[in-house]
């Protein structure tokens, strides 16, 4: 699937492929999960899709694919790891992955998020390492949460350069995710000091 491929699929089947292609994520969409997550936000600013719908199906196609890289650990354990050690395009995002579990531990579900690949495999070590789920949600589904809304709020901004965008974010990840939180934190920041002015 490419970009094309997946706008042409977003406006005939809506909702439903925004969701899928992210939910399939863990098996290796050819197109970055950045790019889909701002797609949504674009097609929602377009009116293709409705913002607040496109966002919450975004979301939960984010976290869904995720927590199935959790199932996948807890129930298959280290077998696949194994394999997935054996190939050479997978053997060092997991080196990385195991190096920021041993230790960042919990929060390393959080800061996998702004590193393309290993946001999949730390779902699936933290499963195999059988972390209990509610703890798994807590930090995962928050960080989740503002991750989509970041890059769903760039889509609405990217326009017609979401695919350019997405792509370099994808190749840079760490740097521009830590950028774009820093930028976030900023804006509530200047937001919350503006209202208490304004009392």
Known sequence: MNYDTLIHSISNFGYAALFFALWLGIVGMPIPD??????????????ILLPIPAFIVTYLGVISGLSLGYVLGRF????????????????????????????????????SYFIPVVRHIIPYLVGINKMPFRRFAIYSYTSGLVWTYIFFMLGQFAGVHVQTMGTIIYHYGIYV???????????????????????
């Open 34 to 47: 950045e790019v889909i997550v701002m797609t949504g936000g674009t097609v929602s600013k377009t009116g």
């Open 76 to 111: 298959l354990g280290s077998p696949v790891l194994d394999k997935l050690r054996r190939k050479k395009n997978i053997g060092k995002h997991l080196k990385t992955a195991e190096y920021m579990n041993n230790k960042y531990g919990n929060f390393a579900l959080s800061l």
């Open 177 to 199: 995710g830590l950028m774009l939180v820093t930028l976030f934190l900023i804006f509530l920041l200047f937001r919350k000091l503006k209202r208490w002015k304004a009392r």
